[in-house]
């Protein structure tokens, strides 16, 4: 725990020096460059980089008060409701994939249905026939697309357009996917198997273009909703003295907002599994289109309402020549001697622009000290997700494999696509519990479950389905009549379906932990003016995951499943191992992370501006909330 949280936060402790005589032309809305004083002059503060007030609690006041979550305003809750609307156009047409992809079109069926369905409860639908290793391929591959795009629509969100501006683009986008993708199941277009495949692949990529310019978007404009982003003492009902955290505030939105994201997902997989089934590909495809159609009015409604941060020009550029300019002369030919000197308190302090005589310093350090220890963080952050790729993998597997599997149990009339809504399904009833039972107890109880901790044992959580997993199509193979070809079988074996259900609730769990956990984190470690570019780096884990799974396809047939899914078990542990031990030491300097004033790129002019917006919007929400 830091020393002088409350002081940190003010910015006593984090001067701030604006860069002098910059050419800041090259930035749009800029305006030309004049000698100033900078935000800290002589000591003296004249710009306030955060809204701390009297109430801001003080260090013994962060050591023994409980936290508590402030409250969720209603245009927040209807940003979780376009992303609800865009998982449940997502999900429900990715839930069908598998089959359209894998399994041939069944006799007597012209749109992949199984004819006289309810005589035939075991038979699954099917389109193009291309057999597992296809459709394994083609959905990792697509699992990597919408998660490579976020980096490229974050970047265009924090330079040019603003996040809302994106999201609007990225919707437009989506929908023409959509209906491509609707095209490539009509009855006249499947009887034709390359021309299905085809637009299915024109469609899979144009969508994944707009998803991933949407995901990465999304996510920070409905935590910004929030009205308060510093720490408050508040008394509640009961006369208890409790801190108002708005980093308590942040898991609670996101909590809610995967809750959004499960729902979608499970009313579209489960509608989508039964309308491949008895009706066809071309209606699983069509209700989610027009589902998605809610997105655009929603967002048109909400666009004189919502907090929108404007794009603040060429923010990555700098980031990243900051963290270059940082590494000078901090290189050895002894990999030790490096590995210390990149990793010493020093690294950031030594290139803050209150440290760097005005005649040495670059032209381009056009910021003050505030956002170095804001990009610092936000690359600290970039770190912590590089180990996400290990959980991933383990995850990914309840879009292809484990479908596959189910699709060789006895399923007595259940689509063999629709078991694995266990997962939204668990997620929705275990969300409310965690946040209205589990972590409040948590907290009372003064356990620090830090969200380097639930990361690790989300982990953990997944090596547990995995291995339940790896049991499950063991058994399977034993008792198969065709043994370990069981996936080329024509008959099922006698092993109920359901049995996947714990890998599946395993998986949600560690959802909790681990992938909602790195939404909040996220968020609230990025610069205000990056937000976007550090979702899309976590998002893009999912990417790298996928393009792990690829190396993987060679397993994901009979007879190397069970390796298939002991492998992703054994990286799974690893990876929530060696996470721990990188990571274990941020716990001490989360408040302190959580609380570092405001940085600004510019003049001192131009901060000023920010900071008046700021009050601005801080008196417009007080306003509000007394109304």
């Known amino acids: 725990m830091p020393g002088n949280i409350d002081d940190a936060a003010i910015g006593a402790k984090h001067d701030i020096a604006l860069a002098i005589g910059p050419d800041e032309q090259h930035r749009k809305g800029s305006v030309a460059h004049e000698i100033e004083l900078p935000p800290v002059y002589e000591g003296k503060g004249t710009l306030t980089t955060a809204m701390i007030g009297e109430d801001f609690p003080n260090e013994e006041e962060i050591l023994t008060l409980r936290r508590v979550p402030d409250k969720i305003p209603i245009k927040a809750y209807t940003v979780a409701f376009v992303e609800l609307c865009e998982r449940f156009s997502y999900y429900g047409t990715a839930q069908v ?207 004189k309402i919502y907090k929108r941060t404007p794009p603040q020009g060429s923010v990555l550029g700098k980031s990243f020549r900051l963290w270059l300019f940082a590494q000078k002369g901090r290189w050895s030919l002894n990999p030790i001697t490096t590995h210390r000197r990149l990793h010493d308190d020093s690294f950031w302090e030594n290139v803050k622009p209150s440290k760097i005589d005005p005649a040495r310093r670059p032209k381009w350090m056009t910021f003050d000290d505030a956002w170095v220890d804001e990009v610092g963080r936000g690359f600290a952050a970039c770190s912590v997700f590089l180990w996400l790729p290990l959980y991933w993998l383990t995850y990914n597997q309840i879009n292809n494999n484990l479908t596959s599997q189910a699709a060789v149990m006895t399923l007595n009339g259940v689509p063999n696509d629709v078991v694995n809504n266990l997962d939204p399904f668990a997620l929705i009833i275990l969300i409310p519990i965690f946040d209205m039972l589990i972590y409040p107890g948590l907290r009372k109880a003064g356990i620090n479950f830090s969200p380097i901790k639930k990361i690790a044992f989300g982990f953990w959580l997944g090596t547990a389905a995995m291995i339940w997993a790896a049991v499950t199509q063991q058994y399977i193979y034993w008792q198969s009549d065709c043994g370990y070809d069981a996936g080329e079988c024509d008959t099922v074996v006698g092993i109920n379906v359901w049995a996947q259900t714990g890998a599946y609730i395993l998986i949600a769990v560690s959802e909790i932990f681990t992938s909602i956990t790195a939404l909040e984190y996220a968020f609230s470690k990025a610069p205000r003016n ?86 601005a919007s801080v008196a417009d929400e007080k306003v509000a909330a007394e109304g």
């Open 530 to 615: 990056m937000r976007s570019l550090v979702m899309a780096f976590n998002l893009f884990m999912s990417a790298i995951a996928a393009a792990l799974g690829e190396a993987f396809v060679y397993l994901a047939n009979d007879p190397l499943l069970v390796w298939n899914y002991g492998v992703a078990a054994v990286l799974s542990f690893l990876g929530g191992v060696g996470f721990w031990f990188t990571y274990r030491k941020l716990d001490r300097d989360e408040d302190r992370l959580n609380t570092l004033p405001t940085g600004h790129l510019g003049t001192a002019t131009e901060a000023a501006h920010i900071e008046e917006g700021k009050r």
């Open 97 to 303: 994939y598998v089959n359209f992809i894998q399994r041939a079109l069944p006799d007597g069926s012209t749109t992949g249905a199984v004819p006289d369905a309810n005589n035939n409860p075991n038979a699954s639908p099917g389109a193009l026939g291309m057999g597992q290793r296809a459709s394994t391929g083609l959905t990792t591959f697509n699992s990597f697309w919408i998660y490579l795009v976020p980096l490229f629509g974050a970047y265009v969100a924090d330079t040019y357009l603003g996040r809302y501006n994106t999201i609007i683009i990225a919707i437009a986008i989506t929908l023409v996917g959509h209906v491509i993708l609707v095209a490539s199941a009509a009855p006249t277009v499947i009887a034709h198997q390359p021309s299905a495949l085809a637009a299915f692949i024109i469609g899979l990529i144009i969508m994944g273009l707009g998803t991933g310019a949407f995901k990465p978007n999304i996510s920070p404009l409905v935590a910004e909703q929030l009205p308060q982003d510093t720490m408050r003492v508040a008394t509640t009902k009961k006369g208890e003295r409790v801190i108002v955290d708005p980093a308590t505030t942040a898991t609670r939105v996101y909590m809610y907002f995967y809750l959004f994201i499960n729902i979608g997902a499970l009313v579209g997989q489960i509608g989508m599994t039964y309308a491949e089934r008895y009706v066809g590909f071309w209606l699983s495809y069509l209700l989610p289109t027009l589902i998605f159609c809610l997105c655009p009015a929603v967002m048109w409604y909400g666009r």
